[in-house]
């Protein structure tokens, strides 16, 4: 392979790319590495994504504010480190469920919630590596309850239109600051999404005005992110739904 002489910084290139300009060469970027990965990689245990994070950071709540504080900047250090090592250049934190145990039942099963109302309990299965729901006390929504779900989501919309504009995008610019050209990063933000579980398909189909409304108070939020977002001075923000599974489209044409 012939030695690459660059003409742009990591960030200057990326930014070419998204101005659709002709870059150098391509900036180079993946998404979330799994935490046995990144450990390989690295030589030593590190926390970067997939379900182990998120079992590892409902460890850490249960140690204290402290230490999933502590947790939360040795998470941004190990991915820092993986990123640098494999000269990516586009920086992304990985998607964390944040689950805040109210108790933990064992090494590896956690109570979230209220253990005397609507809680949920999840769990570490090492063998597949997925920390997952086993139980959720909730009354299970149905289709027809969508309608009463908008009007909820309706009020909630001026509360989170006013903390999307102050904080969307402040952890991704104090990183960027620090970062200078070294790296271009990217925030998460307007999220869009109908629901994949069995009642929110079949509410698309039931209770499509309801649906409707809901995703309306959902682009108010994303608005009101890349406004924040925008105006700290980052340039990419990743987004969006799933709509698929690894079996193809789970939305009806």
């Not at 182990?52 to 190990?78: K, M, R």
């Not at 989170?160 to 990183?175: K, Y």
Request: charged share 25%; proline share 8%.
């Amino acid at each position: 392979m012939p030695d690459f002489h660059p003409t742009m910084t990591p960030y200057e290139r990326c930014l070419a790319t998204i101005e659709g300009r002709r870059p150098d060469r391509m900036p180079a970027y993946t998404p979330t590495i799994a935490c046995d990965v990144a450990t390989k990689i690295l030589g030593r245990a590190v926390h970067t994504g997939s379900p182990s994070l998120w079992f590892a950071e409902a460890v850490a709540w249960c140690a204290g504010p402290a230490a999933h504080a502590e947790f939360l900047q040795q998470y941004e250090a190990d991915l820092l480190e993986l990123h640098r090592t494999l000269q990516m250049e586009i920086f992304r934190y990985g998607y964390r469920k944040n689950i805040k145990p109210t108790k933990r039942i064992d090494e590896t099963t956690f109570l979230s919630g209220d253990p005397d109302g609507v809680y949920q309990v999840w769990h570490w299965d090492a063998e597949v590596m997925n920390f997952v729901e086993v139980l959720d006390t909730a009354p299970p929504l149905r289709p027809e309850d969508w309608p009463a779900l908008a009007r909820e989501r309706a009020k909630q919309v001026p509360e989170q239109v006013a903390a999307a504009r102050a904080s969307a995008g402040v952890a991704e610019a104090a990183l960027q600051a620090r970062l200078g050209d070294e790296m271009m990063v990217v925030a998460g933000g307007g999220g869009l999404s109908m629901g994949l579980d069995e009642p929110s398909l079949m509410a698309i189909a039931l209770e499509p005005g309801a649906v409707g409304d809901i995703l309306d108070c959902q682009l108010e939020v994303a608005l009101a992110q890349m406004e924040g977002i925008a105006s700290r001075g980052l340039k990419v923000v990743l987004g969006g739904g799933d709509m698929a599974d690894k079996n193809g489209p789970l939305y009806s044409p």
